[in-house]
C-alpha cells in the first residue's frame, strides 16, 4: 500500500481507469463518456484521473495501444493458409471480443475529427502488415505466392472483408467466411 | 407562405433542418451533436425540430436514408469492368464527399448501441447489392464470369478495400486503386 512503490498505487489506478474506460465504451457511445464518467465507474477521484491523462482521448489512445500490442504473434503451420487461418481467426476473435469490437469502432468514428487517432489507425495498419510480411516471405519462398500481388495489398484483401463485416454490413463474422476469404484471394 | 401548402414552409423547415445536420456532422463528432444545436444553426426553434423527429437519431436516419436513395442507377456500358468502374468510382465519390464521409462513419459509430442504424446499415447493404445483380447477370450472360463467386461475395470483394481505406486504414481512395481491386478480385 505505499504509494511510491512501481506497481503499488499507480499501477492499481491505471488498471482500474483503463478497465472502466473499456466498460463504458462496451456500454455507451463514446461521445457520452467523459473523464468523470471513467473515474467515478473507477472509484478513483477525477483529479487523479485529470492529473494522468489529460484528455479522454489521450486515455483512449493508451487503452488501445496497449490493446493492439496484445497481439498474437505471427505463427509458422508450414503452409501460407495455415498461417492465414490462424492470424485471421485471431482478428475474428478480436472484433468478437467487446472491448476489442468497442475500440474498433471508436478509432473509425473519432478519428475523421482526432489526427492523434487517425494517425493510430494507420499506424496499427502498417504494424499488422509488418506482422505478416515473414508469412508472405515464406509462402514466396516456398512457391505458393508470387511476386504479386505485394504484401500491402494482400493484407488489404484478406482483412477488407472482416472490417466490412464487422463495421459496414455486420454480417456474421465467422471462421468459414475466413476460410471462404482465403480461398477467393489466394485463388 | 401558407404553411399548409406542400413544399412550402414545412419543406423549408425540413431542408434547413437537414442541412443543418450535414454541417454539423462534418464539423464535429456526433456525440457532440444535438437536436438543440442543429435547430440554432438551422435557424428553426427548438420545438419545431423537436415535433418533426423526436430524437437525433430520427433525423439523422432520415438524412441517410435520403442520401442513399440518390445514389446512381447502375451503368450497361457493355463489359463487366466497366460497369464495376463506373459504380465503385461512384461510391469513391461519396466517400470523399464531406456530407457521404460523415454519414458512412457515424453509421459505423452508432451502428452498435443503436439498433435502427445498425438496421439501416444492413439495409443499405443489401440494397447495393441488388443494385448490382443486373451488372454481374449481364456478365454472366456475355461468358465474363462463372456462377461462382456469388453476387453478394463479389460486391464484398470489391467493396470491402474502399470502405477499409475510408474508415480504416485512411490510406488514398483513388481511381487507380478502384481498378487494382477490380483486377485483383476478377482475377
Not at 476473435?93 to 473509425?108: C, E, H, T
Not at 519462398?141 to 463485416?165: I, Q, S
Request: proline residues 6%; charged residues 25%; hydrophobic residues 40%.
Amino acid at each position: 500500500m505505499n504509494s511510491s512503490r512501481p506497481g503499488g498505487r499507480s499501477a492499481r489506478v491505471k488498471a482500474a481507469v483503463h478497465q472502466a474506460l473499456l466498460d463504458e465504451l462496451v456500454e455507451k457511445p463514446y461521445g457520452r463518456i467523459g473523464i468523470e464518467s471513467v473515474a467515478a465507474r473507477a472509484g478513483v477521484h477525477k483529479t487523479s484521473v485529470y492529473r494522468r491523462w489529460a484528455t479522454l482521448e489521450t486515455l483512449f489512445a493508451e487503452v488501445a495501444e496497449e490493446l493492439a500490442v496484445r497481439e498474437v504473434p505471427v505463427p509458422d503451420t508450414g503452409s501460407l493458409v495455415g498461417d492465414l487461418r490462424t492470424v485471421m481467426r485471431s482478428s475474428v476473435r478480436l472484433f468478437k471480443d467487446p472491448y476489442g469490437a468497442a475500440i474498433s469502432r471508436v478509432l473509425v468514428a473519432e478519428s475523421d475529427h482526432s489526427p492523434a487517432l487517425a494517425e493510430m489507425s494507420q499506424r496499427h495498419w502498417e504494424r499488422g502488415v509488418a506482422n505478416l510480411r515473414p508469412v508472405f516471405a515464406r509462402a514466396r519462398a516456398r512457391g505458393e505466392l508470387g511476386p504479386e500481388p505485394t504484401d500491402e495489398r494482400l493484407v488489404e484483401a484478406l482483412w477488407a472483408p472482416l472490417y466490412l463485416r464487422r463495421l459496414v454490413n455486420r454480417k456474421p463474422l465467422t471462421y468459414a467466411y475466413v476460410d471462404t476469404v482465403i480461398a477467393d484471394v489466394l485463388g
